[in-house]
């Protein structure tokens, strides 16, 4: 049963260090986006690749977000330094943009993250 | 992109159907509809998508009109596993779009 699997599952750190999220997307599949979600914003879209190359990741704060796809079996998301406001739930979608596809993306089950 | 507009919450009792509209008055020409449905501590996932008149699948039906400027997710008699968040979504994901999620509807189904 093919699935996006999200590590760490869990994540508690303090302040000004270094955090990241490792997702790994459905095999075949050519699109990746990372998300947050929080109680009061909802679901973010921070960032999205097509075929490994970022699209748009105009969602992340720039100065301590980065998002890359190495290959095409790994998606990181970095945030260096972390903050409180960081704390969140970050999840990971693979989808495949085809002609004729339903254009479903498949979520991975987030990774918790807390900044102390 | 189309912005949606759903009620916050909405409650139910089991064996009931449960229709949640979502308004979407600047949907586009190539615009797609898309539900998801997120279960406490899950990820989102997809329950159906259409482009105008009727789509049904196993979970649910999918009722747009002709302007196309909302449709009605219909759920067949829900159960207390029904109890979730549904998200209504537009997009032009189906020609290279990105997903945006709205505030979702919060279903409350009650024994």
């Known amino acids: 049963d093919a699935r996006v699997t999200q590590t760490p599952r869990h994540k508690v750190t303090e302040m000004g260090q270094e955090v990241t999220m490792r997702c790994q997307p459905i095999?075949?599949?050519?699109?990746v986006f990372w998300y947050r979600q929080t109680m009061m914003q909802g679901l973010e879209l921070l960032a999205y690749?097509?075929?490994?190359?970022?699209?748009?990741d105009s969602g992340m704060p720039k100065d301590r977000f980065s998002a890359e796809m190495p290959d095409a079996t790994l998606a990181t998301l970095k945030i260096q330094p972390s903050e409180p406001r960081d704390s969140a739930v970050y999840f990971c979608?693979?989808?495949?943009?085809?002609?004729?596809?339903?254009?479903?993306?498949?979520f991975g089950e987030g990774s918790r993250l807390t900044v102390l | 992109l189309a912005k949606t507009t759903q009620p916050i919450s909405m409650d139910s009792y089991e064996g009931q159907e449960v229709n949640i509209t979502c308004s979407h008055n600047?949907?586009?020409?190539?615009?797609?509809i898309t539900w998801y449905q997120q279960f406490p501590s899950q990820g989102p996932r997809f329950i159906i998508q259409?482009?105008?008149t009727k789509v049904t699948n196993e979970v649910a039906s999918l009722f747009i009109p002709a302007d196309r400027k909302s449709s009605t997710l219909s759920l067949p008699r829900v159960s207390l596993s029904d109890t979730a968040v549904y998200y209504c979504?537009?997009?032009?994901?189906?020609?290279?779009?990105?997903?945006?999620f709205g505030q979702g509807t919060e279903l409350s189904v009650k024994p």
């Open positions: 979608a693979s989808g495949l943009l085809a002609p004729a596809n339903t254009g479903e993306l498949f």
């Open positions: 095999l075949g599949h050519n699109t």
């Open positions: 690749f097509r075929n490994r190359a970022p699209l748009d």
């Open positions: 600047n949907i586009a020409t190539n615009d797609y």
């Open positions: 259409g482009y105008k």
């Open positions: 979504l537009v997009d032009l994901y189906n020609q290279g779009g990105k997903l945006i």
